[in-house]
């Protein structure tokens, strides 16, 4: 029997992955966190490209110990036992939404579980939801992980602004220390390992176009829609109705989940 929902939230460096990833956490009850940043090999078995250690290809992950954990947080309904993270000591930054917001999205997602649950939650200590974000988890390089996540949603960033947003941080904390990134390594880098990976979903395998429908509706992947322009809030309410259409499809036994949708639901019943 499964004991939790594995919701997979993927997209860019910088495209908001671990805010959202928290936001839902503090909105749906019976959530945790998964980071797949957690799962990186040690800085010298990482592949170089352009000159520098690759952080953002598959073969930067331990992608057996991440099918092996997401196997285990099915089964066991939490979070692998010993596992530390040091995403969890990265910091973060303002998300930007209202708290009279999150709040209002709260009501709603309370609301709407009391009427959806019928004989019984829609979440619970015995059936949660588990938020798996990370850079790559849909990509043809990670196939294993794509196949373990029961709802799979992306988030979109230009370049530009990934590079600006790197930029802030300052750096990451790793297994080993610290890292910064040098000049250019987002240009020569993060976006071309996004684009191998991804380009695939979209018409011409141009990232910044148009989203491939037909390839995206086969492998049931959400694609957050504004092309990485919306707002946080924004975001947060597509994100919050597309995961109450998707817990109302699993909490009828569905086997095919509902499409996408845009954000109005969670405005409606706020």
């Given amino acids: 029997m499964s004991h939790a929902l594995i919701l997979g939230l993927s997209g860019p460096s910088s495209s908001g992955k671990t805010t959202l990833a928290r936001l839902l956490r503090s909105i749906f009850p019976h959530t ?9 090999r040690p800085e010298a078995e990482l592949p170089f490209r352009a000159g520098f250690r690759d952080w953002d290809c598959a073969a930067a992950l331990d992608t057996p110990a991440l099918v092996r954990a997401l196997a285990a947080v099915r089964r066991d309904g939490r979070l692998p036992a010993g596992l530390v993270s040091k995403e969890d000591r990265n910091a973060a930054g303002a998300h930007g939404v209202p708290r009279e917001r999150v709040a209002a999205l709260q009501g709603a997602v309370d609301a709407w579980m009391r009427a959806a649950g019928g004989g019984g939650p829609v979440l619970s200590e015995a059936r949660k939801m588990v938020v798996l974000e990370g850079f790559l988890l849909f990509g043809e390089g990670v196939r294993e992980v794509r196949e373990a996540v029961d709802v799979r949603m992306l988030l979109r960033v230009t370049c530009a602004r990934a590079k600006e947003r790197r930029e802030r941080r300052g750096g990451y904390v790793t297994l080993e220390g610290f890292w910064a990134d040098p000049p250019g390594y987002v240009e020569k880098v993060v976006w071309p390992g996004y ?13 910044d176009g148009t989203v491939d429908e037909k390839v995206v509706q086969d492998l049931q992947i959400r694609v957050c829609p504004g092309g990485g322009e919306w707002p946080m809030e924004k975001v947060l309410e597509w994100a919050v109705d597309n995961v109450m259409e998707a817990l109302s499809a699993t909490a009828k036994g569905s086997d095919q989940l509902p499409e996408q949708h845009t954000g109005d639901k969670a405005k409606q019943n706020c």
């Fill in 32 to 40: 945790l966190v998964l980071h797949e940043d957690d799962f990186y």
């Fill in 195 to 207: 684009v191998e990976e991804h380009g695939f979903m979209f018409e011409g395998g141009d990232v």
